[in-house]
């Protein structure tokens, strides 16, 4: 895989340059620096957060982990990157950098922030035509640039990110198959009654990533938990191996930046929830063989919410005509969340709303509030799909507050409720054959 990417990544770059090159003569600048990023320092700490590095910048090149850096872009030139050599006895010294990539940009090797100003002076540019990329607001000032992100270049950079390059779409099937063996790891410590925690070190341990590597916190839930959208702890006690359990795990890992975003479901000893698990996954498969050109993912999300109420009528968690069980929209009740996102350098990849280079942007339908993805699917986009069905005794109890209570069968949803609810979440490279890069 290595390898394949090394050989894809000329011709990525080369489509980076030229969304650059366009951009860059339409916003009329004339170069844009990008800042790696740096990680933040604690509230009177001397104790840094995890690095994330700017995606804008890991866009161009595999490098992950180096703060401090920049890289300019100029029309018609090599790109130049400004790379951080620290003097520090404090931490592994860094080394120049290497890698199948280098030889594409100008490096230069700089130790600190006079340095860069040296370098920098050796381009030309009026600080009213160089366009900044980075969180850091003020460092864009003290290099006298004024256009800081600006909304125009930001735009047309965005919109074309979510469509992926070969070498893109290699780093998100690596990441994919890096993520895959942690669920296998952690499905195995589930199902030996090992507790959540030892669960989520299970996954660690497989993919050889620790918890600042990994895109996103894995979410590890057993029994009800499972019910909990973006549950952010790891229970510490081990399981009543007496008793059936339901797990659900959403969990990804990186590739040179590229996030994978896998959610699986397992049962230990409950024929409910296998049942469940199986529906829900032919449900969502059905969908992921539709990710194709031409298709408008709100409607993808709204053909989804169709099949959560045909789950739900099968599995008698609602009752009543399926005229009325349609109009009311009880599905999103059961599912409240988007059908998926974007995925790429960030885990919701940017620009899920956006409809055009300009910036357009399409909100989707006020009862769907929470859908990432609005644009109609073209050719190489990477895309989520992860419906789920749960019980969330909050929404329920809006929807009966709201008069829908007669739609709810409450012997059913008191007994899915200890085991929590599903979701099945894959990562689909959108094609005419669609390809499902989890499975
Ligand atoms: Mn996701």
């Not at 004339?30 to 104790?47: R, V």
């Not at 620790?210 to 009800?224: E, L, M, N």
């Not at 959208?229 to 797990?247: E, K």
Request: glycine share 6%; net charge negative; hydrophobic share 40%.
């Amino acid at each position: 895989m290595f390898t394949q990417c090394a050989t894809l990544y000329p011709d990525h770059l080369q489509r980076v340059i030229g969304i650059a090159e366009k951009a860059i003569s339409a916003e009329q600048c004339d170069s844009i620096l990008i800042h790696s990023g740096a990680p933040k320092l604690a509230f009177l700490d001397d104790y840094h957060g995890p690095y994330k590095a700017n995606p804008n910048f890991v866009w161009w090149l595999p490098l992950t982990q180096s703060p401090h850096c920049y890289l300019l872009i100029q029309t018609g030139q090599k790109p130049v990157l400004l790379y951080h050599l620290a003097d520090d006895f404090w931490h592994v010294p860094p080394q120049p950098p290497t890698g199948f990539w280098c030889d594409h940009f100008d490096i230069h090797l700089c130790s600190d922030l006079a340095q860069v100003k040296r370098e920098l002076s050796q381009y030309q540019s009026t600080s009213t035509q160089r366009a900044w990329i980075g969180q850091d607001v003020e460092l864009a000032k003290e290099l006298g640039i004024s256009k800081i992100n600006p909304q125009g270049l930001m735009h047309r950079l965005h919109y074309n990110r979510a469509i992926k390059s070969q070498y893109e779409i290699a780093c998100l099937t690596q990441a994919n198959i890096i993520a895959l063996a942690g669920h296998e790891a952690a499905k195995r410590a589930f199902m030996a009654g090992k507790s959540e925690f030892e669960t989520q070190l299970a996954f660690l341990a497989a993919v050889q990533q620790d918890q600042t590597q990994i895109p996103y916190r894995s979410i590890v839930g057993f029994g009800h938990h499972s019910a909990i959208l973006h549950y952010q702890h790891y229970d510490y006690s081990v399981q009543d191996m007496g008793q059936p359990q339901s797990f659900l795990i959403d969990a990804g890992t990186q590739y040179y930046g590229y996030a994978s975003d896998i959610t699986r479901c397992h049962s230990r000893g409950s024929k409910l929830y296998q049942n469940l698990i199986n529906a829900m996954t032919q449900a969502q498969r059905s969908i992921c063989f539709m990710v194709k050109p031409g298709v408008n993912f709100a409607d993808l999300h709204h053909q989804m919410h169709d099949l959560v109420l045909d789950l739900l009528e099968t599995f008698k968690l609602v009752q009543g005509s399926r005229d009325e069980l349609a109009t009311s929209g009880i599905s999103s009740a059961f599912f409240p969340h988007g059908l998926g996102h974007l995925l790429g350098l960030q885990v919701h990849d940017i620009g899920g709303w956006q409809q055009d280079e300009l910036g357009t942007a399409q909100e989707p339908p006020s009862s769907h509030r929470l859908l990432r993805c609005t644009r109609t699917l073209e050719k190489n986009m990477v895309v989520t799909i992860e419906p789920g069905l749960y019980v969330i005794d909050s929404l329920l109890k809006k929807w009966r507050d709201n008069g829908f209570g007669h739609l709810l069968n409450n012997t059913a949803i008191d007994q899915l409720r200890p085991l929590g609810g599903v979701r099945i979440e894959d990562n689909v490279v959108v094609a005419d054959q669609p390809i499902n890069l989890s499975i």
